[in-house]
């Protein structure tokens, strides 16, 4: 079993920054892509960007693009999300998500991921 661990998460001031990452450990496994999604109370959960692990291609959602940045270390299967400007609405639990293929391109899909973090808190003021 891959187990996925998320550290980072923190209280900020709207227009500050944070850095959560990320580590995938246990049992060697080949992972394709990772992700970052987010739920913020009473809020359904949502993909914020995705990473894939070879090419380091990425996605980003609307609403983060341009301030929000994902990055990976494949050699120890780790994925970083860098965030800045943050805003009270960024205010969320923050999952990490890990897939171990390819299964299409709906990258907000949950079924699309084998594995989950338990998630960090990421708690922005205005």
């Known amino acids: 079993q891959v187990q996925l661990v998320e550290s980072g998460g923190e209280w900020v001031q709207a227009g500050g920054s944070l850095r959560l990452s990320c580590s995938a450990s246990?049992?060697?496994?080949?992972?394709?892509?990772m992700a970052w999604f987010r739920q913020a109370p009473g809020q359904e959960r949502e993909i914020v960007s995705r990473?894939?692990?070879?090419?380091?291609?990425?996605y980003y959602a609307d609403f983060v693009r341009g301030r929000f940045t994902i990055s990976r270390d494949s050699a120890s299967n780790t994925v970083y999300l860098q965030m800045h400007s943050l805003k009270p609405e960024d205010t969320a639990v923050y999952y990490c998500?890990?897939?171990?293929?390819?299964?299409?391109?709906?990258?907000?899909?949950?079924?699309?991921?084998?594995?989950w973090g338990q998630g960090t808190q990421v708690t922005v003021s205005s």
């Open positions: 998500a890990a897939a171990k293929e390819a299964r299409g391109r709906n990258y907000g899909m949950e079924s699309l991921y084998d594995y």
């Open positions: 990473i894939r692990m070879n090419l380091g291609t990425t």
């Open positions: 246990g049992r060697r496994v080949s992972i394709y892509a």
